[in-house]
Nanobody, 114 residues
C-alpha cells in the first residue's frame, strides 16, 4: 500500500494558477499509474488527469489545455499544475493510483472565487 499526502491547495481568483503536490510513501510508487481526482460538494469523485510510469498523460475534457500532470519517480511525488482556473474547478483534490489501490489521503482544498 501507498500512503498519500496532498498539498498546495488554496484560494485563488478566476484565471489564477496553483500547483498541487502528492507525496507517496511506501510501496513502489514508480510502478503505479498515478492520477489526480477531485470531488466537489454534491458531486461524484472524478478523475481529471493521469500519468503513466513513463510519463504518458491523459486529461478529462474539462481540464484539457489548462492542467498539467507530472511526476518525479525519484521523489515519489506527482504534481498537478493548474492554470486558467475557473470557479467550477473548486473541489477537494486527491491523488491515487489508477485504478485505485490505496487508501485515500485527506486531499487539498482548491477554491476558485473572486
Amino acid at each position: 500500500q501507498v500512503q498519500l499526502v496532498e498539498s498546495g491547495g488554496g484560494l485563488v481568483q478566476p484565471g489564477g494558477s496553483l500547483r498541487l503536490s502528492c507525496a507517496a510513501r511506501g510501496s513502489i510508487f514508480s510502478a503505479y499509474v498515478m492520477g489526480w481526482y477531485r470531488q466537489a460538494p454534491g458531486n461524484e469523485r472524478e478523475l481529471v488527469a493521469r500519468i503513466s510510469r513513463g510519463g504518458i498523460t491523459i486529461y478529462a475534457d474539462s481540464v484539457k489545455g489548462r492542467f498539467i500532470i507530472s511526476r518525479d519517480n525519484a521523489k515519489n511525488t506527482v504534481y498537478l499544475q493548474m492554470n486558467s482556473l475557473k470557479p467550477e474547478d473548486t473541489a477537494v483534490y486527491l491523488c491515487n493510483s489508477v485504478p485505485i489501490q490505496s487508501a485515500w489521503g485527506q486531499g487539498t482544498q482548491v477554491t476558485v472565487s473572486s
